[in-house]
C-alpha cells in the first residue's frame, strides 16, 4: 500500500510537468493500463485472501498477466520517447555549446591579431625615430652639420631629436 501510494504521488507530479502533445497520449495509455493492471492485481488478492486459489489462479494467467504486459509496454513507451527528447535536447545543447566555442575562437583571434597589429605599431613608433636619430648622430659624429632631422613627435623622442638639432645649430 506504501508503495502504492508512493508510486500515486510519483506519477501526480508527472502529469503535472509539462507534457507535450506527442507524450499526453502516451501518458494517458500508461495511467489505463495501470489502473486495469491495479484493479486486477486488488482482484486476485481478495481471491487469495479468501483461499480461492484457483480462481486467482486463473485470473493471473489470463488477465493479469497481459496487463502487465500492457502496463510494461506503456511504460516503456513513454521512457523511449522521453529518452528520444532528452538525447534530442542534449544533441542541441552539445551544437551549442559548440558554436559558443567557435565563437570565442574566433573572438581570441581576432583579439590576438589586433594585439599583434597594435604591438607592430608601437613598436614602430619607438624604432623609427630612434632609428632617425641613431642616423642624424652618426651623420655628426662623421663631421657633416648640414643635416637636421625632421622632428615628427613632442614625446620624449622627439625631445631628443630636437635636443640633436639644437646642438647642430649651436
Known amino acids: 500500500q506504501e508503495l502504492r501510494s508512493r508510486n500515486n504521488s510519483i506519477v501526480s507530479d508527472y ?15 500508461m495511467t489505463t493500463a495501470t489502473a486495469a493492471y491495479r484493479g486486477t492485481y486488488d482482484e486476485v488478492l481478495r481471491f487469495s485472501v479468501d483461499l480461492k486459489t484457483k480462481e486467482a489462479t486463473d485470473i493471473v494467467n489470463t488477465r493479469l498477466k497481459p496487463q502487465y504486459r500492457r502496463y510494461i509496454e506503456s511504460v516503456a513507451a513513454d521512457v523511449t520517447f522521453n529518452k528520444t527528447n532528452a538525447d534530442d535536447a542534449g544533441k542541441e545543447i552539445l551544437a ?9 575562437l574566433i573572438a581570441l583571434s581576432l583579439a590576438l591579431i589586433m ?17 632617425t636619430a641613431s642616423s642624424l648622430i652618426t651623420t655628426v659624429a662623421g663631421g657633416d652639420l648640414r643635416k637636421k632631422a625632421d622632428v615628427t613627435s613632442r614625446d620624449e623622442l622627439g625631445q631628443m631629436v630636437s635636443a640633436v638639432n639644437n646642438m647642430i645649430d649651436n
Open 15 to 29: 502529469q503535472k510537468s509539462y507534457l507535450s502533445d506527442k507524450e499526453r497520449p502516451l501518458f494517458d495509455a
Open 96 to 104: 551549442s555549446a559548440q558554436s559558443a566555442k567557435t565563437g570565442i
Open 115 to 131: 594585439g599583434v597589429g597594435v604591438s607592430i605599431l608601437i613598436t614602430r613608433s619607438i624604432t623609427h625615430p630612434l632609428a
